[in-house]
């Protein structure tokens, strides 16, 4: 989900805004909320998040300042300025501050809807480019942020397949080849250092299942294979290409495992267990 900070210094716009969220907008979800621009500014320090909503009257610090301060130390956070006033200064002051948008009160469910959606698509492509990023820097063995891994791949945990094509990757050839990155709508996540081995992340087993759902359909005997994989090695099983067809393989939590288990299993024909 994408993270919003709310700020109001009317407790009842906050609600307001907030169940517009919930109901429209499950994709996102306010994290914190503040009465003023000094206390979001801290809230900022604590987590900071994708989209900051604020009313344009406050006390101690108004959202036009507000969201100068946040554009200048926070800019990738997008900034949404909600206002009883309609005087053009206030929208022009808002646009000076580098606001992604200006919403005038009482805010309609459908117009903050519309304004979210708008930004979704901005945070889909910044978040594709980071987890693109974090994949190739964990795949390159680069120290990382606990708490980016966390936002970036909220799931928690993951399985991961390595695919190989044609025995060893191109780098062990001498032959250049060209990375690879998953695109932003995709299910799983990918990372290939070229075109011939790559990373895939699946946030849960279910998907690959839905992903060879047609494939096992037609063949009962590659569905028997990863149930078999599965029961053997819950959460373990990846699928490999060999000579055009797809057959499971289960990874051995060491390399002593695979050398004490290289022998195949015999109920098991393309899946091995070791």
Do not use: W
Not at 56 to 77: H, N, S
Not at 82 to 110: C, N, T
Not at 157 to 183: C, H
């Amino acid at each position: 989900m994408y993270r919003i900070l709310v700020v109001d210094d009317e407790p009842a716009a906050i609600k307001h805004i907030c169940n517009i969220i919930a109901i429209k907008c499950p994709q996102f979800e306010v994290t914190a909320t503040a009465e003023h621009g000094q206390e979001a500014l801290k809230r900022l320090e604590e987590e900071t998040p994708d989209i900051l909503i604020t009313d344009v009257k406050m006390p101690v610090m108004d959202g036009i300042a507000l969201a100068e301060r946040v554009k200048e130390r926070y800019p990738e956070v997008l900034s949404l300025v909600v206002s009883g006033y309609q005087e053009f200064e206030y929208a022009k002051a808002a646009i000076r501050s580098g606001v992604y948008d200006y919403l005038l009160k009482p805010i309609k469910p459908s117009a903050l809807q519309n304004a979210l959606n708008s930004m979704e698509e901005v945070l889909a492509e910044r978040y594709a480019r980071k987890r693109n990023f974090l994949m190739k820097s964990l795949c390159e063995k680069n120290s990382v942020d606990r708490k980016l891994l966390e936002r970036y791949f909220p799931a928690g945990k993951y399985y991961a397949a390595l695919v190989r094509r044609n025995g060893l990757p191109r780098r062990y050839s001498g032959n250049s080849g060209f990375e690879i990155f998953s695109g932003r709508d995709e299910k799983i996540y990918l990372y290939g250092r070229d075109e011939m081995e790559a990373m895939y992340l699946f946030g849960r087993y279910s998907v690959l299942q839905e992903l060879l759902s047609d494939h096992l359909r037609d063949n009962p005997a590659g569905a028997r294979q990863l149930q078999l994989c599965d029961r053997y090695y819950p959460g373990n099983a990846v699928f490999h290409r060999t000579c055009g067809r797809r057959l499971f393989r289960a990874v051995p939590a060491s390399r002593q495992q695979y050398r004490d288990r290289r022998k195949p299993d015999p109920d098991c024909r393309g899946a091995e267990r070791g």
